[in-house]
């Protein structure tokens, strides 16, 4: 194995704090790793080594390939003289001892990896940014699922100070939570990154949140274009990789949302690649209901129904529960189209859907006392007596 391999694996074990070796020589590593290493202290914590490194990086030339190799190593790994060819057999794999998954929030959040979470402007994604953070900060349940707890940083870079301080009082926060805020990130693209990485190190979080990825790049990366866009979220979940921690980014959906998460999600589909989970905020305008989705890698397309209580989120249930809320909305709707009444088959055609299809949800108006059904005799002789839905009030 190459030195150049070697190098890179050393240094990203001396970034994550993490012990060097008693019989390294850096000299036997080549440039520019033996200088690099030699100048890395081997005492301190990880945030110390660091800076340490970021000041060695400052004015290079290559200071983007020398990050982007040293990202793309793990440090818990074995060191790539010992990975041999990288092959592992079937039978070694099947008898490997592989550690569970890890979850920040119980299948919903996996760590470390990184994540989006991702909604259209003002349906409250970063209400439940902030709840989140509170959640597994406090070792709270976050909508119903249990947390692994840990400190929080919190890049609040769309708030001030006095926005941010309302909403709190308002979710009732009352001081101890373990949440770190900021208001202010380099762009990521042009140090917000490094800044990211050694804090993510000092603090050790379970969960870094950056409300939002817009505010967080420069101009110079343009969402719709795959490779920049690409390369910016490898380097953010190697920091997660690194710093053990489950990132989270604050995004947007498109102007025009399909209902597909993966689709829906602002910009170039290599974000949405990148990922290791993606959480899908879908509110109608005006509606006190959501669906929260979750999709990923290891995540099996969850749905939950949200409910608004005007200063956060509570669990209601299944995703499906919004769904057939929003039916019966239309049904409501198409009803009031027809006059106040009509018939199964005359509601079904308002809508454009099947007869069977709306009389579940005309029978949960008339259980919710918003409609009645009477009986009126055919207008042919002999014919059979017709059920009519009547809304009430």
């Not at 926060?173 to 373990?178: D, K, L, Q, R």
């Not at 995540?299 to 209580?309: F, P």
């Not at 209601?316 to 199964?344: C, M, N, P, W, Y």
Request: net charge negative; hydrophobic share 40%.
């Amino acid at each position: 194995m190459t030195n150049t391999a070697l190098g890179p694996w050393l240094i990203a074990r001396l970034l994550a704090g993490m012990p060097a070796p008693k019989d390294l020589d850096p000299q036997a590593l080549g440039e520019p790793w033996a200088s690099l290493l030699s100048a890395i202290p081997t005492d301190g914590d990880g945030a110390t080594r660091m800076a340490a490194f970021d000041r060695l990086l400052a004015g290079r030339p290559d200071v983007a390939e020398i990050r982007r190799a040293v990202l793309a190593i793990d440090p818990a790994q074995p060191a790539p003289a010992e990975q041999a060819n990288g092959f592992i057999t079937a039978g070694e794999l099947l008898q490997k001892n592989i550690p569970p998954l890890r979850w920040t929030v119980q299948e919903l959040l996996i760590r470390p990896g990184l994540q989006v979470l991702a909604g259209h402007p003002k349906v409250g994604k970063s209400w439940l940014a902030l709840q989140l953070a509170k959640s597994v900060s406090m070792g709270e349940p976050f909508l119903g699922r249990n947390v692994e707890t840990g400190p929080v940083l919190y890049y609040a870079l769309e708030d001030g100070e006095a926005r941010l301080q309302a909403r709190l009082k308002m979710a009732g926060w009352t001081g101890p939570e373990n949440v770190h805020f900021r208001f202010d990130l380099p762009a990521l693209d042009n140090g917000g990154a490094a800044c990211l990485r050694t804090a993510s190190l000092a603090y050790q979080p379970a969960l870094v949140i950056v409300d939002s990825l817009a505010a967080a790049k420069s101009a110079s990366i343009d969402e719709n274009e795959a490779g920049a866009v690409a390369s910016l979220a490898c380097e953010l979940g190697e920091i997660s990789r690194v710093a053990g921690c489950s990132l989270l980014l604050v995004h947007h959906h498109r102007k025009h949302a399909s209902g597909d998460p993966g689709l829906d999600l602002r910009g170039s589909s290599a974000l949405y690649a990148a990922l290791d989970g993606l959480l899908s905020l879908y509110r109608e305008r005006g509606q006190a209901e959501a669906k929260l989705t979750a999709d990923g890698r290891d995540l099996e397309g969850t749905e939950l129904a949200l409910g608004w209580t005007g200063s956060g989120w509570c669990y209601l249930g299944a995703g499906e529960i919004v769904d057939r809320h929003k039916a019966e909305r239309r049904t409501l709707e198409s009803l009031k189209a027809l006059g106040s009444e009509g018939t199964a088959e005359d509601i079904a055609g308002q809508m454009g859907i099947a007869r069977q299809s709306v009389l579940p949800h005309l029978k949960s108006l008339v259980d919710a006392g918003l409609a009645e059904v009477v009986k009126i005799k055919g207008s042919e002789k002999g014919g059979r007596p017709k059920d009519v839905y009547r809304l009430l009030g």
